[in-house]
T-cell receptor, first 112, second 116 residues
Framework: AQSVTQLGSHVSVSEGALVLLRCNYS??????LFWYVQYPNQGLQLLLK??????LVKGINGFEAEFKKSETSFHLTKPSAHMSDAAEYFC??????????FGAGTRLTVKP | EPEVTQTPSHQVTQMGQEVILRCVPI?????FYWYRQILGQKVEFLVS????????KSEIFDDQFSVERPDGSNFTLKIRSTKLEDSAMYFC??????????????FGPGTRLTVT
């Protein structure tokens, strides 16, 4: 069965600093992996996804993630945080029933 | 940009009452989903729907839940007799395809259901 684990329920960075949000997956088949962002009072917005091919995936708002099979990881990064990046971030893996299986989420705080 | 919409944004109901949560998926999408997130817990899959029938459902989606596409635009989730533990944020999602290039699931803003 497919699942993801997000390390760190809360990450705080200074504006301009590197953002690193960690996600590890478990899957018996090649995984389809996703990162979503949720701003307050809004739905889940897709940031990026990995299916096959290039292991470094670029998404919206300057975010990217790298699929590392040897580490079963799919960490989300952004070189320089903006205040507007403050939100909840969810890693997810596609399940066998086409359902999305989400991690517990990481709340990103950006300090001025 | 097209988006999934959900109404109401917040629903308060008494235990034992029926509730219907409404969603309008993106117009050219064919696959529809419901998820829920109990406060402090993960977002969990409930059900997927295609061609006017349930495609997949989770263990959570028991007999008290039902889904329907009553017309060409709405997609509803009905809870027949609500329990306290049904209190959660319910998300609707839709996708153009099940697998392949256009399989991204687009989520609505959610309906917060509070059962008292």
């Amino acid at each position: 069965a497919q699942s993801v684990t997000q390390l760190g329920s809360h990450v705080s960075v200074s504006e301009g600093a590197l953002v690193l949000l960690r996600c590890n997956y478990s899957s018996s088949v090649p995984p389809y992996l996703f990162w979503y962002v949720q701003y307050p009072n809004q739905g889940l917005q897709l940031l990026l996804k990995y299916t096959t091919g290039a292991t470094l995936v670029k998404g919206i708002n300057g975010f990217e993630a790298e699929f590392k099979k040897s580490e079963t990881s799919f960490h989300l990064t952004k070189p320089s945080a903006h205040m507007s990046d403050a939100a909840e971030y969810f890693c997810a893996v596609r399940g066998n029933n086409n359902d999305m299986r989400f991690g517990a989420g990481t709340r990103l705080t950006v300090k001025p | 940009e097209p988006e999934v919409t959900q109404t109401p944004s917040h629903q308060v109901t008494q235990m034992g009452q029926e509730v219907i949560l409404r969603c309008v998926p993106i117009s050219n999408h064919l696959y529809f989903y419901w998820y829920r997130q109990i406060l402090g817990q993960k977002v969990e899959f409930l059900v997927s729907f295609y061609n006017n029938e349930i495609s997949e459902k989770s263990e959570i989606f028991d007999d008290q839940f039902s889904v329907e596409r009553p017309d060409g635009s709405n997609f509803t989730l009905k809870i027949r007799s609500t329990k306290l533990e049904d209190s959660a944020m319910y998300f609707c999602a839709s996708s153009e395809a099940r697998r392949g290039l256009k399989d991204e699931q687009y989520f609505g803003p959610g309906t917060r259901l509070t059962v008292t």
